[in-house]
């Protein structure tokens, strides 16, 4: 069996968060009845006239300016032409020659903790087109142009992918980028980021890249990845049986985990681009672009490295904590609470407490029923000894449901940690003694039945004694002190 | 250059219109006329010249804020399509 290697490529298209569509005044907002967001320009009515949006260009250069990008100071818009009935103008207004953002790159993490560079070949800004519905409708397809005219930045990524997995990471990489950016709000559902790869096969060694395919509709992460493992295998299968890989756009149908052949794009592959004599060359000058660059928020990459030097964290959780903005600025929240020094017990609690309870009930950290200075207070009651880890994790759940104080929750429920000594020892006495036959077993050599006496005193003090304490006593008084 | 009769029908697919048998050889010659004459183009000696994209050198495009102008009048659009349901344009049914 012939070893193979995978070449993926991505094109992303990244709907910009603009107000108003890329050439027209008309709204852009998600959800709307249909055409109620669709003027004169995005239906294609006689003797109208694109106006580029200047927020269209501010964002595009953001995103050029953050992946170290040139920004092509003059560039140029063209018609793609086609046919469908989404597309009313029979073209859609997209760049060809000179994009507005040429090469730049980014870096992802691998599984074995490696970071590879991604190569971005060009960014392009264009306009989407509307959607065909098809459900309801007898014999009929319904249109609906409200998406007609939203501004897109499509990123082209080179082929430097080697597997489904780094096809993923490289995604997941840039949405973190466009939403750090806000110029993009990811939302995938909506289909405000979508992606299409090229995928093919070579022998290991070989220098020639396959004959490629473009697999479509990919609007999840796990779509992603399965389309392409999909892929790769039906590549291969065809190779190995004789056959040869066709250069074709294929659809991937999540219901059947398949992708199959789409012939109507193949016809219209010939998109006989040419510049859109309704546009002028777009001029970027430097001022407008050194503008924008003081607008660059400190980007993930950067944030990981600063949580990881400032807060000595390793690499994995500087990450997950630089997530997105939010969880960042959430996590420096509570360290400016608990104090640098404990910064490793604020990120636990972030990545573990917090998150599990975020993720079970569907939130996102903005929405967060525990506030940064709440779980800042609970890692104080940690920190200065009033309960113990265990017990906090108690306290939490019950601020996450009751959306009380920390402290509140310890003083009503009776919680704080037993911490005297004379109380401490007199549960371990009751436990000795109801327990003879465990005591003899221990001091013949049983050591293991330490944790039993441990438990025992933890549940007569309901789990409040302090651990440390509870330890130093038990062991003298088991040796018979 | 002149034009095949295949390169004809492409084109003419392309630009969904439908040429008949009649037409065709016509339709091969006339185009090719026109293409021949615009031809004469390659001929001139354009080195030192910057490509442009646009007749009117110089100018450069003009940007608009982003404001949202426009208000819903799509009852009033819809006035003019053939078939209009639920406020969706009514297409002959496309479907993948």
């Known amino acids: ?481 | 250059m002149s034009l095949t009769r295949q390169e004809v029908e492409k084109i003419a697919h392309l630009a969904r219109l439908r040429i008949t048998e009649q037409e065709m050889p016509v339709y091969v010659h006339s185009l090719s006329a026109i293409v021949e004459f615009v031809d004469q183009l390659a001929k001139a000696d354009v080195a030192g010249v910057a490509p442009m994209a646009h007749p009117l050198a110089g100018q450069t495009q003009r940007l608009r804020a982003d404001e949202v102008t426009e208000t819903d009048r799509h009852e009033k659009y819809q006035a003019n399509a053939p078939a209009v349901q639920a406020g969706l344009y009514l297409v002959p049914r496309v479907i993948e």
Not at chain 1, 96 to 108: A, L, N
Not at chain 1, 120 to 134: P, V
Not at chain 1, 191 to 218: M, Q, W, Y
């Open chain 1, 1 to 481: 069996m012939m070893d193979w290697e995978v070449v993926i490529g991505l094109e992303i298209h990244a709907q910009l968060a603009t107000r108003s569509k890329i050439f027209s005044g008309a709204a852009t907002a998600y959800g709307a009845p249909p055409n109620t967001q669709a003027c004169l320009v995005d239906l294609a009515y006689p003797g109208v006239l694109p106006v580029l949006n200047a927020e269209a260009v501010r964002m595009a250069v953001k995103f050029g300016l953050a992946i170290g990008a040139q920004i092509s100071e003059r560039s140029i818009f063209a018609r793609k032409n086609y046919f469908y009935p989404d597309l009313p103008k029979g073209y859609q207004i997209s760049q060809y020659e000179q994009p507005v953002v040429g090469r730049g790159s980014i870096t992802i993490a691998l599984d074995d903790g490696e970071a590879k560079t991604i190569g971005i070949t060009r960014a392009h800004l264009e306009e989407d087109a509307g959607k065909s519905l098809h459900e309801g409708l007898a014999n009929a397809s319904g249109i609906d142009l409200n998406r007609a005219g939203t501004p897109l930045l499509e990123i082209v990524s080179e082929p430097d992918m080697r597997s489904a997995k780094e096809a993923v990471a490289y995604m997941k990489k840039l949405h973190m980028l466009v939403r750090y950016l806000e110029i993009c709000d990811g939302n995938m559902q909506e289909g405000s980021f979508r992606c299409d790869a090229n995928v093919s096969v070579r022998p290991r060694g070989e220098r020639k890249f396959g004959t490629r395919a473009e697999i479509k509709n990919l609007n999840s992460f796990r779509f992603v990845e399965k389309a392409i493992q999909h892929e790769v295998a039906r590549q291969i299968d065809l190779i190995e049986s004789g056959g040869h890989v066709v250069q074709e756009t294929r659809l991937y149908d999540s219901d059947k985990d398949e992708t199959r052949s789409m012939r109507s794009k193949e016809e219209a592959n010939d998109y006989r681009y040419f510049p859109d004599p309704d546009l002028l060359p777009l001029a970027i000058d430097r001022e407008f672009i050194e503008a924008v660059r003081t607008t660059l928020p400190e980007l993930p990459d950067q944030k990981a490295a600063r949580f990881a030097s400032a807060f000595q964290l390793s690499a994995y959780d500087a990450q997950v904590l630089s997530a997105s903005r939010e969880m960042g600025a959430y996590f420096e929240a509570v360290v400016e609470h608990v104090g640098a020094a404990q910064a490793k017990l604020a990120a636990n609690w972030v990545m573990g407490e917090l998150s599990s309870a975020l993720n079970r009930d569907g939130l996102e950290i903005d929405a967060t029923r525990v506030g940064s200075r709440s779980l800042g207070g609970l890692l104080q009651r940690i920190i200065d000894g009033t309960i113990s880890g265990k017990i906090a994790k108690e306290v939490f759940e019950a601020m996450w449901s009751e959306g009380r104080e920390a402290d509140a929750i310890i003083e009503a429920k009776g919680l704080r940690q037993i911490t005297d000594d004379g109380a401490i020892a007199r549960a371990i006495d009751t436990v000795i003694a109801a327990n003879p036959q465990q005591l003899a077993d221990y001091r013949a050599g049983k050591d293991k039945l330490f944790g039993f006496f441990v438990g025992q005193v933890m549940k007569a003090t309901g789990g409040k004694a302090n651990p440390a304490q509870l330890n130093a006593l038990l062991k003298a008084k088991l040796g018979g002190g």
